[in-house]
């Protein structure tokens, strides 16, 4: 989207920070496919998005990858809208996710995507970019840029420098609720 949720989750953190409240979705289901970030943030996701969705299922598990997540996807098929936050357990190739996230985008139909950003190593900015720059071009996808979050919150992390702590993963399901959020309203 040309929006690029890079502004959005500027304003996200502004207003997590200060405990403002981003306009309610209106959507009837949401579906989250991920790896262990996602298990660790799956509780706050549901907690900050259950008003807003008659259901929410969060399809997650610890070392999953993005052809993995993909074949995983028909069980969203209901879903209004659909979170994918994968590819920390794959290898850094811009070239190799372009074509997972048109693959993801082409099986969500109509329904919008947002897509979560890769924190991992230097190696990950290309993807990254590569990533912002596919939201820039489509009406259907946005970026959630949880690499530029985290880069100035590394606090949030754990010993290994990739997963999180208990705090850390309280604020990404927060931000990742507050840019569905910010999505849907922008529709």
């Known amino acids: ?3 690029t949720l890079r502004a959005v989750g500027a304003a996200i953190a502004t207003a997590v920070a200060v405990g403002v409240a981003v306009p309610p ?3 009837d289901s949401l579906f989250v496919e991920g790896d262990s970030l996602t298990v660790g943030a799956s509780a706050a996701i549901k907690r900050h ?7 929410i299922t969060v399809d997650a598990q ?3 990858n993005t052809p993995t997540g993909i074949s995983r996807l028909s069980a969203g098929r209901t ?3 659909w979170v994918v ?3 920390t357990n794959d ?7 372009r074509q997972h996230v048109r693959t993801v985008l082409k099986r969500a139909g109509h329904r919008p995507v947002l897509w979560v950003s890769v924190w991992r190593s230097p190696a990950y900015s290309k993807v990254n970019t590569m990533l912002s720059r596919l939201d820039a071009d489509s009406s259907q996808l946005s970026v959630l840029r949880w690499d530029q979050y985290i880069r100035a919150n590394r606090g949030l992390l754990a010993s290994d420098r990739i997963h999180l702590t208990p705090a850390g993963y309280e604020v990404r399901g927060r931000l990742i609720a507050e840019a569905v959020r910010a999505l849907l309203s922008q529709r």
């Open 1 to 3: 989207m040309r929006h």
């Open 85 to 87: 936050a994968l590819g």
């Open 25 to 27: 979705a209106s959507a």
């Open 79 to 81: 879903a209004s809208v």
């Open 62 to 64: 610890v070392g999953r």
């Open 91 to 97: 290898a850094p190739s811009p070239a190799t996710m």
């Open 49 to 55: 998005l259950r008003a807003d969705f008659r259901q």
